[in-house]
């Protein structure tokens, strides 16, 4: 009986799917347009909640070498990765709040101690935690991320691991 029903949601998935397909093919680039501007406004957020938040993936993972632009892009993954969810442009807005409530002026106008500090009093928080771990997926899914801590990226386009060599050591006596 689960089988048939596994087979049914298959099924609908499939045409879903190809009814979705449909749509982005008549619509053109004017889907990718439409998608993109749906991201923006669902997750719109201000500019200082967003420069508060850059600065805060920085803190979270710092890479001198790696420029701000990456861990902008990296913020506008993670905001339209969750497009059809506003509650992540909201998040960010609490853990800015929440930010800016440990001492008397704005987060980000202080000096890179208070900030971490700023930072640690709220670490343990839901919001906190929630921007940490979508940063922190996207930041390393990057390839300029990649490129700066020596990560070739993934190799199943070059048949995997095992046949680019990886599996090759030198230290090991023959036969082990």
Not at 23 to 42: C, H, M, N, Q, Y
Not at 99 to 106: D, E, F, G, Y
Not at 120 to 146: C, G, M
Not at 160 to 165: K, L, T
């Amino acid at each position: 009986m689960s089988r048939v029903i596994a087979e049914i949601h298959r099924r609908r998935f499939l045409v879903g799917a190809i009814a979705l397909a449909g749509v982005a093919v008549a619509l053109g680039p004017s889907a990718v347009r439409l998608i993109k501007d749906f991201t923006k406004e669902a997750n719109a957020i201000d500019p200082g909640t967003r420069a508060a938040m850059v600065r805060m993936a920085r803190l979270l993972y710092p890479h001198a070498a790696i420029p701000d632009s990456v861990y902008e892009e990296t913020l506008d993954q993670a905001l339209s990765s969750i497009a059809g969810n506003p509650s992540f442009a909201n998040t960010l807005r609490i853990a800015e709040r929440a930010l800016n409530a440990q001492q008397q002026t704005n987060w980000i106008d202080l000096d890179e101690a208070s900030q971490i500090a700023a930072m640690k009093a709220i670490e343990r928080s839901d919001a906190f935690i929630t921007i940490q771990l979508a940063v922190q997926v996207k930041f390393y899914n990057h390839p300029a991320v990649w490129a700066h801590i020596g990560y070739e990226g993934p190799s199943f386009d070059n048949g995997g691991y095992i046949g680019s060599g990886a599996g090759v050591v030198s230290w090991l006596p023959e036969g082990q």
